[in-house]
């Protein structure tokens, strides 16, 4: 049920801190460790790990004494930091799964987090035993499509309750600023293909994203994919949700089911589209003919795959994060699936046929 691919990095690494008394010290000297529940962590008995973040700037500490731990969240960027604190605060209030918020320090930017663990959907996938176990498998997609149809089962009118939900939706101009980032980062810087015809290109970059013009507008979570889904207890939870949005609901379905981590086999991600649809209108009401669907759904997956492509050349090229480069050569062969489906964007098909899978 799963194609296995080589590569077999963990994004996600942990450091011990605990040799440098110092950043030890200075952690454990957190005001916001007395929110912690039990109380502030002492000294001698506690052990801080730093945690990488993946593509973000930001930095995690985990703060463990004995059988209790908690997160600690350090974010230099002020926006993302207060829409993180909204955003989750809003999502834990109408019962979506992510990690609790124990408090926060908005002029220093930092916040205690509940600690979900290590292991991603990603790594859980991965895992032998999951992997040969096809109905367990399967099990966990559709466990995460739950709380996707949950994600999207909160209203319009509920969503205006969040201070930095209101200001942000994924319209044209964003869905442009996602292929205008694929053509620099991946296009031109990383795989040096220049296309001549720039004004065709650009007619079909236009054409794909305002196609999704009159698709009625959902909660989207915009980077839903098995590196921001956390296990823990048998039961997935949202991480990295500062950027959602509203916006189309096959975006996020397709981020899961087409993800660069990890490759389904077509019968399985037929099956759980299916599963998904079937969710959607029993939960929420919405019916949708699967032709309409597919239609939606495969536009969605190349607007998600460019834009991560686009990531993917950007961290590796710019912020030197080379752990994600081996990760290209998938979002290119779901380019090369779907791209013979869209012809609006034919030219760039051409090149992206011949381009080697690196």
Same mark, same amino acid.
């Given at each position: ?9 963990? +994004? ?14 200075? !952690? ?15 000294? %001698? ?41 909204? @955003? ?12 609790? !918020? ?8 930092? %916040? ?13 996938? #991965? ?17 995460? @499509? ?17 201070? $930095? ?9 964003? #869905? #442009? ?72 609901? %096959? ?21 759980? +589209? ?11 009401? @919405?019916?949708?003919? #699967? ?16 834009? $991560? ?20 050569? @998938? ?28």
């Amino acid at each position: 049920m799963i194609k296995k691919s080589s590569n077999k990095q963990k +994004i996600k690494d942990m450091k011990d801190v605990n040799d440098n008394n110092m950043d030890k010290d200075l !952690i454990l000297q957190e005001p916001l460790l007395k929110e912690a529940p039990g109380g502030s962590f002492k000294t %001698a008995a506690t052990n801080v790990f730093s945690l990488t973040a993946g593509g973000s700037d930001r930095i995690f500490y985990r703060i463990r004494e004995g059988d209790r731990s908690v997160v600690l969240l350090c974010d230099k960027n002020k926006e993302n930091f207060l829409s993180f604190i909204q @955003i989750g605060q809003f999502l834990n209030e109408n019962s979506i799964p992510v990690p609790r !918020i124990y408090g926060y320090d908005f002029f220093h930017q930092k %916040a205690l987090l509940e600690d979900l663990g290590d292991e991603a959907l990603f790594q859980k996938i #991965r895992s032998s035993n999951t992997s040969n176990n096809s109905d367990l498998f399967q099990e966990c997609y559709q466990k995460v @499509i739950d709380v996707l149809v949950a994600l999207q089962g909160i209203s319009p009118e509920q969503t205006s309750g969040c201070a $930095a939900l209101q200001k942000r939706c994924f319209d044209y101009k964003q #869905r #442009r600023w996602e292929t205008s980032y694929f053509r620099q980062y991946f296009l031109r810087e990383y795989c040096k293909i220049l296309i001549k015809d720039e004004e065709e290109l650009e007619e079909g970059f236009h054409h794909l994203a305002a196609s999704f013009a009159h698709e009625p507008f959902f909660l989207m979570h915009r980077d839903f994919q098995s590196q921001n889904i956390i296990w823990k207890i048998n039961k997935p939870y949202l991480v990295d949700f500062q950027g959602a949005r509203l916006g189309i609901a %096959a975006y996020d379905l397709a981020s899961l089911l087409h993800d660069c981590y990890i490759v389904l086999e077509d019968d399985l991600r037929e099956l759980l +589209i299916s599963y998904y649809l079937n969710q959607r209108q029993q939960r929420l009401g @919405i019916y949708q003919k #699967r032709e309409e669907f597919d239609s939606l759904y495969l536009r969605s997956a190349l607007q998600r795959n460019m834009q $991560a492509l686009g990531a993917f050349s950007f961290l590796t090229l710019v912020k030197k994060k080379k752990q994600f480069e081996p990760f290209i050569p @998938i979002g290119i062969r779901y380019l090369k699936l779907n791209l013979p489906h869209y012809s609006p964007l034919a030219v760039l098909e051409k090149k992206i046929r011949n381009l080697p899978l690196i």
